[in-house]
């Protein structure tokens, strides 16, 4: 049995559990991750759809999109949850909901061509002008 971790929201309405068996990660600075969220770029961490799960409140959820792909906030507080992406099959967690530690890290910055021109990357990891389109050695 993979280890579940568990996220919320800032609020609490809205609780999840999550299998510590993430794909991929990375931070993104596209200009749609960093309004959704406020910030400079966006930590996310992707996985298979059916290894996600809301535990409560997901009555309390708001689509930002439709069945293949949408952002869901917290209808009370606001707070960006997960993304459904790639015509539905996988869920981006947005890293800063979880409440426990996953064992994956982010693993480059993507979209560094949209990055705000008043925050400076000042980690190693591999910056990409867009996706990821091959994996570092
Ligand atoms: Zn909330
Ligand atoms: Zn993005």
Request: with cysteine; aromatic share 10%.
């Amino acid at each position: 049995m993979a280890r579940k971790l568990s996220g919320k929201c800032f609020c609490g309405a809205v609780h999840y559990e999550v299998a510590d068996e993430f794909v991929y990660a990375a931070n993104c600075h596209c200009s749609n991750c960093r309004r959704t969220t406020g910030s400079a770029f966006k930590p996310f961490a992707g996985i298979e759809r059916d290894k996600f799960a809301l535990a409560e409140g997901h009555h309390g959820l708001i689509h930002f999109g439709d069945d293949s792909g949408h952002d869901a906030h917290c209808s009370r507080c606001g707070s960006l949850l997960y993304s459904l992406v790639r015509d539905g099959a996988y869920v981006h967690v947005a890293m800063g909901t979880l409440v426990d530690d996953p064992t994956i890290r982010p693993t480059a910055h993507i979209f560094v061509s949209s990055k705000a021109p008043w925050f400076t990357i000042a980690d190693d990891l591999p910056q990409y002008e867009g996706h990821v389109v091959s994996a570092p050695e």
